[in-house]
């Protein structure tokens, strides 16, 4: 991923240590686990403004960061762990009788997290940074630029540079994005793009963020408030919402598979945001890679680099999911079928809530494709699920049941329907061949006449003994 822009992180750079070992007992002198130290078992990783800029590197981006580091052996680590990843760190300040931010993260068996020490002073920033450096810094950016403004709450951020960078980087019209902290919106008055986490946010609005709707009016209020362009908002697993001063822009949801750890996930976002914005996306495009860019993050251990070849598999993978959903209420929702039926594909059809996707379903499923060329699964909404199975049914959401059947790579399509049958798109589809699984008789089969009619076949597929959505909620009750 080439960018050609100049990228700038200014903020508050740490290191975090992860100490490796394990815990075999409990100490006799208090209720406390004993750590048994790992021979060579730590792990130094920049973190903080420092892994936005590592990121960046990482991606390809020519990269220089401006913040401060005590004077001590972890600044000495920090500083030359960015060196070797070719960022530029000489406006890096070594602050005398100072410490380095650090992190120390005491990791047991299965990278379990028993406790964490933090070691910071948290300084006036205008203490030590004089108008020579202040000017300094705008020399050094330029029209070519995008500018990062990472706050830790350490003290090199504060709203007097803050405040300087943001109005000179509008009248160069350079590129603001500020991953914010507090409660102080004026700090990042009139940048571009503001990145808070639910709490962040409410925090800095005074609004509640509990749900969906409240999130969109906090960030609404906040832009203009803070006379920016948009703002940006992870949900952690719910995935992320751009808002601008008029209300949603986008929702999108995570991807993440697997959840390891989400230590530097915002950090990855940010730089995954900034880069594809200089590399002349636009900012849902922008937003939709940094998303990618985020799951594959939490899927790690610690704070970590995210390559552009680990977010392209992964953007790939879940292209071909979504290629898999049709809109039955769309007027092309079913042309990708079309394209199939006109090349003489035969096409095999079945439904259902698919509620807890079991070894029942996918042995089913996968003898069901064996049958044509094309296997296409109806999925009853969660409305329609609850009118046929009960009020507290679905147990998993509609998008969550396309999700795992779109995974499944006998499945060729997936297509949900709000009726209580999907006669509606089997006369749609026209199938050579309708499947049902369990002990139905034909005539019980909701479209059998239509498909029999058509000159197509009806086959039932027992399910496997002992494996069905509802005996799986019983043991659950149970």
């Known amino acids: 991923m080439k960018i050609n822009k100049k990228i700038f992180v200014l903020g508050d750079i740490m290191l975090d240590i992860y100490q490796f070992g394990e815990v075999i007992r409990i100490s006799p002198e208090a209720p406390v686990p004993v750590f048994h130290e790992v021979e060579k078992g730590i792990r130094y990783a920049p973190g903080g403004a420092a892994n936005v800029a590592c990121n960046l590197a990482e991606i390809g981006a020519e990269v220089t960061v401006f913040s401060f580091t005590g004077d001590d052996q972890n600044g000495d680590i920090l500083k030359s762990i960015l060196k070797e990843k070719n960022i530029r760190i000489d406006e890096i300040i070594k602050l005398e009788n100072h410490v380095t931010t650090t992190k120390l993260r005491y990791m047991g068996q299965n990278h379990q997290q028993i406790l964490r020490v933090d070691r910071e002073e948290i300084i006036e920033s205008d203490v030590y940074l004089s108008e020579e450096i202040l000017h300094q810094l705008g020399d050094k950016i330029t029209s070519d630029s995008v500018v990062i403004l990472s706050d830790y709450q350490k003290g090199f951020l504060s709203e007097r540079l803050c405040r300087y960078i943001i109005d000179y980087a509008k009248k160069k019209?350079?590129?603001?994005?500020a991953d914010i902290k507090g409660k102080n919106e004026k700090k990042y008055y009139g940048a571009d793009i503001l990145k808070p986490n639910r709490l962040e946010l409410a925090l800095i609005s005074g609004m509640p963020v509990a749900t969906k709707d409240q999130v969109i009016r906090a960030a609404m209020s906040l832009c203009r408030k803070a006379e920016c362009r948009y703002v940006l908002t992870t949900l952690g697993?719910?995935?992320?919402?751009?808002?601008?001063?008029n209300g949603m822009v986008r929702h999108i949801k995570s991807v993440a598979k697997e959840v390891y750890d989400v230590t530097g996930a915002g950090d990855t976002v940010l730089a995954y945001l900034a880069a594809g914005l200089a590399k002349g996306l636009s900012i849902e495009e922008a937003m939709e890679l940094s998303n990618y860019a985020a799951s594959?993050?939490?899927?790690?251990?610690?704070?970590?680099t995210v390559s552009f070849k680990e977010v392209e598999q992964i953007r790939q993978l879940d292209g071909t999911r979504r290629n898999k959903v049709l809109n039955a209420y769309q007027p092309n929702g079913f042309a990708a079928l079309w394209r199939r039926k006109e090349k003489g594909q035969k096409i095999v059809f079945s439904n259902g809530c698919f509620d807890i996707l079991?070894?029942?379903h996918v042995e089913?499923?996968?003898?069901?494709r064996a049958l044509g060329d094309c296997l296409v699964i109806a999925v009853n909404s969660d409305a329609s699920v609850k009118r046929l199975k009960g009020k507290e049914?679905?147990?998993?959401?509609l998008e969550d049941r396309v999700m795992l059947l779109t995974a499944l790579e006998f499945v060729d399509y997936v297509v949900a329907f709000e009726e209580d049958t999907p006669v509606g798109i089997i006369k749609a589809i026209q199938p050579d061949i309708l499947v049902k699984g369990g002990d139905y008789r034909i005539e019980e089969i909701a479209g059998h006449n239509i498909v029999s009619e058509n000159g197509g076949d009806v086959v039932i597929i027992p399910f496997v003994n002992g494996k069905s959505t509802t005996e799986l909620i019983e043991k659950l009750r149970k």
């Open 358 to 360: 079991h070894t029942g």
């Open 296 to 304: 594959v993050q939490v899927s790690k251990i610690g704070t970590s």
């Open 237 to 245: 697993a719910e995935g992320m919402i751009l808002s601008d001063i």
């Open 393 to 397: 049914r679905p147990v998993n959401s």
């Open 173 to 177: 019209e350079i590129l603001v994005l």
């Open 364 to 368: 089913y499923l996968r003898k069901a």
